[in-house]
């Protein structure tokens, strides 16, 4: 299993997206790229810290790509606006993709240089950094879309950006369907 980390906004808008995506194990929300030591949300939110909200994605690369991963990650979120997702305002919100090694380092610098090229217009600001430590958030964070599906924040701005993925990347959507029956199949007590 491969990790990636990147922000884009509000933690629980990227976490209730890759949490849909084939090939991805599991979705951390968290804070990285700060200076202070296991940071609460709270301190995070002041931007005081200079960590921003992230998500550490455990994934295969034998069934999904970190190229296909930025792909979502570019799709579902603005790279254009500095510091900024909508009404989220603050550096604890910018764009930024955190990189494991110099491989996803060099995939991320041209991932961007290609959608300035060809989509975005030189505009992209999305920071490009080294991992430096990476601070598990709380509890009450992980799963937030799918642990309260009907919450106002979850309707009107993470449900359009799972389904602006949804739309987009059909082929990457986990089947459902598969993944309930092999939980299922594997919740069933042996019958000798």
């Not at 005081?48 to 994605?57: F, L």
């Not at 642990?147 to 309707?155: K, L």
Request: charged fraction near 20%; hydrophobic fraction near 35%.
């Amino acid at each position: 299993m491969q990790k990636a980390i990147f922000g884009g906004g509000c933690f629980w808008c990227l976490e209730g997206v890759f949490e849909d995506v084939k090939g991805v194990d599991d979705v951390i929300s968290g804070y990285s790229g700060g200076r202070r030591e296991n940071p609460s949300y709270e301190q995070v939110c002041t931007g005081a810290t200079g960590h921003a909200e992230v998500v550490k994605i455990i994934y295969n690369e034998n069934i999904i790509s970190y190229e296909q991963l930025l792909d979502i990650f570019f799709q579902v979120h603005n790279p254009t606006t500095l510091n900024r997702q909508g009404a989220d305002v603050g550096t604890q919100y910018r764009s930024v993709i955190f990189y494991i090694d110099n491989n996803q380092r060099q995939i991320a610098i041209d991932k961007i240089d290609t959608l300035n090229k060809t989509t975005f217009g030189n505009s992209i600001v999305t920071e490009v950094s080294q991992l430096d430590k990476f601070f598990e958030a709380e509890d009450y964070h992980q799963n937030y879309y799918k642990n309260n599906p009907n919450q106002g924040y979850c309707q009107m701005v993470i449900r359009p950006k799972v389904e602006k993925f949804h739309k987009t990347f059909k082929d990457l959507i986990i089947d459902l369907r598969t993944q309930w029956a092999n939980q299922w199949q594997w919740s069933k007590p042996l019958i000798k």
